[in-house]
């Protein structure tokens, strides 16, 4: 007789807590292992995806995710924030830094580049506002969505979880703001962006970088309105859309300054 029950014990600590079903509200579980189970998968069975930890600690010694849960043991899980407060995880970071390698994601991202859900769509508006790459389509399914962010080395942002338990995918986030700007600033301080790299430089509706346009060029296509008091504009080369400093422009400035994110 063990005393261990054949159940190892998981302890999750930080925002994972919130991700438990209803009965874990303390974080606690006792796991029954009845075949050889590799953290992912214990974790992601009780509701928690791979992509949400940043740190697991067993006999307080930092494992990857394909350690295997053993009877009578103890498996801490850490939030990105608990992770970095902890000397026992001495490659985590907070904010995350998704260019950095660590030993639970090996493969850093060469730049923060994000591909976008279609249930946090407006996000995808918001970071290509800011000057951010934000794939997005709403035709895309889950699959399209994972092997993407796999290929192309984008950061998943989603509200879905199912997506997220995705093994391709390394790096993303499950998205707990239901409103846009709420949305926005978990985003933002979770990956510590305090600006915006190219404020209106990017299509909203194509994601591609927009260039300088001559007024000239595209008086046909201005209300005269904006003739009259605009003279700086920029086009996309996709799908022609021409961009000016409005009214809309200074507003969402306003807004980022708000989730204290500079402009420029
Ligand atoms: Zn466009």
């Not at 953290?39 to 394909?66: C, M, Q, R, W």
Request: charged residues 30%; hydrophobic residues 45%; glycine residues 6%.
């Amino acid at each position: 007789m063990s005393g261990d029950d054949g159940c190892a014990r998981l302890v999750f600590r930080g925002e994972l807590v919130d991700l438990l079903r209803q009965g874990h509200v303390d974080g606690n579980i006792r796991y029954p292992l009845g075949r050889r189970a590799s953290i992912k998968d214990v974790v992601e069975s009780v509701g928690v995806p791979h992509t949400e930890i940043y740190g697991v600690l067993a006999d307080n010694e930092s494992v990857g995710f394909d350690h295997l849960l053993l009877p009578g043991k103890v498996v801490e899980l850490l939030s990105a924030d608990i992770a970095a407060d902890n000397a026992a995880v001495p490659d985590a970071a907070w904010p995350v830094d998704v260019t950095r390698a660590t030993l639970l994601r090996p493969e850093p991202l060469s730049e923060l580049r994000f591909v976008v859900d279609e249930n946090v769509a407006r996000l995808a508006m918001l970071l290509r506002a800011m000057g951010f790459d934000a794939a997005y389509d709403r035709d895309w399914d889950d699959p399209y969505i994972a092997r993407m962010a796999f290929e192309e080395g984008r950061f998943v942002l989603t509200a879905d979880r199912a997506l997220l338990k995705r093994s391709c995918i390394a790096w993303g986030r499950l998205v707990r703001s239901r409103d846009p700007d709420g949305q926005l600033a978990e985003v933002t301080t979770f990956l510590g962006i305090r600006r915006a790299p190219a404020m209106f430089r990017r299509c909203l509706r194509c994601n591609v970088e927009t260039v300088s346009v001559e007024k000239a060029e595209i008086l046909h296509l201005l209300e005269p309105k904006t003739i009259l008091y605009h003279n700086v504009f920029r086009r996309c080369p996709q799908c022609g859309r021409v961009y000016w400093p409005g009214t809309h422009q200074q507003e969402f400035a306003r807004r980022l300054a708000a989730l204290d994110i500079r402009a420029e």
